[in-house]
Every structure is written in structure tokens, then in C-alpha cells.
């Protein structure tokens, strides 16, 4: 389902099949060949424009592209400005019949190398290392929750209708509101050891309240709640194609728990990713509900609108949050005023990798919620920093890491409620189609996730990734650096990079925010706890597969 954007672009740039990356200029195409030569001279202005005034940026990963693109142009129009020369030196040397020939073998060469030439070497075979450093069922940090570590994977097959080809994924006859609403059900009751769903909702409020110093109560009416999504493959609102986006109807199923079950009026719920968009396509599907409760509920994104309750997200000054980048730079960014105005977050990320950090789950899901001042704009740009590649500063094992500040800050893991991951449709990463998973016999991982350890939350995400080819193959990250920040983050108080932890400012550092582990294989996907001791993380699984 592509745009007629992605189309155009498909005629201007190669792709690598495996990682969907843009790896060079096309130049086999009507369309290629008459805007070749405006790319290269945009591609040499901006790279002056950019590097010129602060030659440092020669580093930035959009300025290496840009110096590929003017470089390659350079050297092509070089070589078609002395085949020219050469042609006229023959001509008058030996003749119009033999200059005739050689006009012919020149332009032969220029419409090969503009046929079938490039701008960038293609991509180098990918080496992969999925090897825990640490080994196996090495648990490592104080595991959260009513179940300390406990992560609850419910999957079924019957969730996920969609045959690829009819409609689009997320549309209403492709996902069953029914095993969808029975498989979150069942999860919210197993991770909370209760029988019913107001039950569990009750038993989550005060365990986080009481652990919270608030008290050992329960959710009180007019306490604010926000739930994140990630949005991040929707940045402008256009129309969705078939990457992967939080599942409508999973966002449905959320919100009427929240009012009818647990009892959270539809006014104090907002859903929220302030530096993407919140699609109509999710707005439509809560507003079909009539009832007042559901036309209630807000939307904070980047834009705003004019609809009713669409909010455009802006920072809270008075809420900074610190990061120490690499080369020991200290940079500030701000959290969102619909965060510190909110008594409780639920964390609603996508079982998904990332094609610079690997994974992208419950720490990552924060890049979308953090401003920068220099920009004003909620943009994680500078949070690049600690990428797994493809950026000057390549992220390793027993390096400090920011996703630990975004998962400790008081206002962002310190309100959670909720760990969450839509596995439903999966994407190979942020930029790419859903796709199937080989060693699900060819369907849909059709998964939901749920906890109350943000940490072995992303630790079960990522040995699940890691069993699927069709997620990992052509992903540079998976380079054995990917769960660094796990043990960064479940070691907080004593991180291998010795580093202190101190998102707020305010003197205090961190404590351990969850525990990390791997399972010992793939086919029995055991952990510490699985096997009866009492550290490490519990994985409970709940499969209504049939075969």
C-alpha cells in the first residue's frame, strides 16, 4: 500500500531488500536520470551550507550521505566532460567515421553508468552477534512488580485476520475485537494473581500507589492518567501505509478497560506522542463509542487539530530531565506538560527492532517525549548519540546509556503504571512493512506483553526479536551491544560504566529499575524464575494456538 510519494521515491533511490535502507542514487529510470544531476548540485550546496560553518558536522551521518551523493556526481560529470573532450580530439584527428564510433562507445558508457552506476558502495554483508555477554539465565538487578519480574506474553492466532493482501491490517475485520479484549483480560489477571478484571485494576493501582509512598489505596476520581504510545512511524498524519502503528482496536480494548472497568473517567485520559502524529485512524476509533466517557478522552500529539480534545503537546519548563552524552556533554531536555499534570502513565510500546538501536520497546517508546529547547520542537535528535551504528559515536557494552534516564526520571518510569507491547502485526522497524515470522510457520506474531518491570519487559522483547529472521537479517545493531542499556539499567546503582544516574538534577541517583536476563534457549524460553528460583524474571505464557 504505497503512496504516490513512496513511489517516486522508489524510481530515485535503491533500497537493501533486508534493511529498507537507502543505500544509493538510482539512475535506471526515466525519472532518475532527469533529476540525477539537480540531486548531485543539491546534494554539494547543502553539504557547504551545513559543514562549512561548522566543519564538525562533516560527521553527522546525513552529511557523509550527502558528500557520497556530490562526490559520486562530481566524478560522473568529470567523466562525461573528457569523453566529450576526447571525442573532439579524435574527430579531428582521424576523422568524422572513426569520431562517429567513438561518439557511439561514449555514449554507450554514459548511459550504462547512468543506467546502472551508484552513489554508495552497497551494503557490506551484516554480521550479527545475538550471544548474551553475560550468558545465560544470568539475572542481573531487583526485579518489579506483584510478581517481581514477571512478564505475561499472551498469544493467539485467531487475534490476527489479516491475509496481506485484502484491506489494510489495522482495519476492524483484520483484527478480532473478541480474542483481542480475551487475551488482555486474561494477561491484567495473571500478572496481578487476581480473578476478575476491576480485581486486577484495583490490585495494580494500590501496589503502585503503596510502593509510590502515596498510600495503599486505589485509583481516585479526577486523578489523570496518560497513556504512550508510539507513533513514531507517523510524523506528518498522512494517510497509514503497512508499517507498523499501535493497533487501533488494542488502543480500543486499553480505553474501555480504563473507563468501564477500573473506573477512570474518559476527561482524565489522554493518549499521547508528542513529537508524532495520533492518526485520525486512532482518534475515529475511540470517538465511535457514544458514550460521553469516550468523547472525552484527549489526543496530545505535534500537531494538535481542531477536532474536539486535540491537543498539541507542549513542554514543562519546570521539569527538566539530564543526559550525559558521549565525550561528556550534558545536555537538558523537558518533559511534557500532560506527563507532570498526570498522577499515572501506562507505557503502550510495539514489539518492534529499530534499525540503529536494535529494539525499540518500553525505554525507547520515550524518545517521543522529550523536548528540546534548541530546536522547540519535541525531538530526540540529540539522544542519537547513543545508537548501535550508523552515527560517530557507535554505542558498546559498559558505556553510559540514556535510555536509563528516560526509564528512572520520576516522571516518566516513576509513573508508570503498566509496562505494555503491541505484538499483534510486528514490523521489521520503524520505516518498514508488518511482516510475517518464519518460525511461526509463516503468520503474524499476533502477542500482547504486559508487566510492571520496564526492564525484563525489554529484556523477554528483545530474546523474542532475536529468534526471528525476519526482523533481525540486515540489521547492523544486533552486533551483541543491542541490550546494553539493560544492564545499565537494572544495575543502576552500580552500572558497568560506573556511571551516575541522575535524570532529575537533584543529587539523588538511581536504584536498580528492573532485572535483566536471557532465557536459555529459544525452544523452552525458560527464566531464573520459571525454573524455581527466586530471582530473574517469570515469564507466564498464556497460547490459545491451536497448532
Known sequence: MKTRLHSVLDQLVKRCPTSGRWIALRRDTPLARVFYPVLGCLAIAWYLFRVVPKPSRADYPCQKVAAGVGIGFVTWLVGCLLALQGANLVRRRVGRVAAALCGL?????????????????????????????????????????????????????EATKWDGKTGAWWEEQNTDLATVEKMFSASLQRLTETQSDPAAWEKLFRYFNRTSGRGDRGYQKGEKLVIKLNCNADSKGEPWTDRGYPNPQVVYVMVRQLIEVAGVPGECITLADPSRCLNDILYNRVRINPRGDYQQVSFADNRGGSASRRLKAEPDMNCPIHFELPG????????????????????????????????????????????????????????????????????????????????????????????????????????????????????WCSSLLLSQDPVALDSVAYDLIGTEPNLTEGNPSFNGNVDGYLHEAALADTPPSNTRYDPMGDGTSLKSLGVHEHWNNADQKSYSRNQGKREGIELVRLSYNRS
Open 328 to 443: 561528556n556533554v550534558r545536555t537538558t531536555m523537558y518533559l511534557p506538560k500532560v506527563y507532570t499534570e498526570a498522577a499515572y502513565l501506562i507505557n503502550y510500546a510495539l514489539l518492534r527492532p529499530h534499525r540503529v538501536f536494535g529494539i525499540t520497546v518500553a525505554a525507547k517508546n520515550h524518545f517521543g517525549s522529550v523536548y528540546d529547547p534548541t530546536k522547540k520542537a519535541f525531538a530526540p535528535n540529540v539522544l542519537h548519540a547513543f545508537a548501535l551504528w550508523d552515527y560517530p559515536t557507535p554505542y558498546r557494552h559498559g558505556q553510559p546509556n540514556g535510555l536509563v534516564q528516560l526509564l528512572g526520571h520520576k516522571e516518566l518510569g516513576g509513573k508508570t503504571l503498566l509496562y505494555f507491547a503491541d505484538g499483534l502485526y510486528t514490523s521489521k522497524n520503524q520505516s518498514l512493512p508488518v511482516v510475517r515470522w518464519s518460525t511461526l510457520n509463516n503468520r
Open 105 to 157: 562507445t561514449v555514449a554507450a558508457f554514459v548511459y550504462a553508468s547512468v543506467g546502472t552506476g551508484g552513489t554508495a558502495d552497497a551494503e557490506k554483508p551484516v554480521i550479527q552477534n545475538l550471544n548474551p555477554v553475560e550468558g545465560r539465565n544470568r539475572p542481573m538487578g531487583i526485579g518489579k512488580g506483584i510478581g517481581p519480574g514477571r512478564v505475561v506474553w499472551a498469544q493467539d492466532f
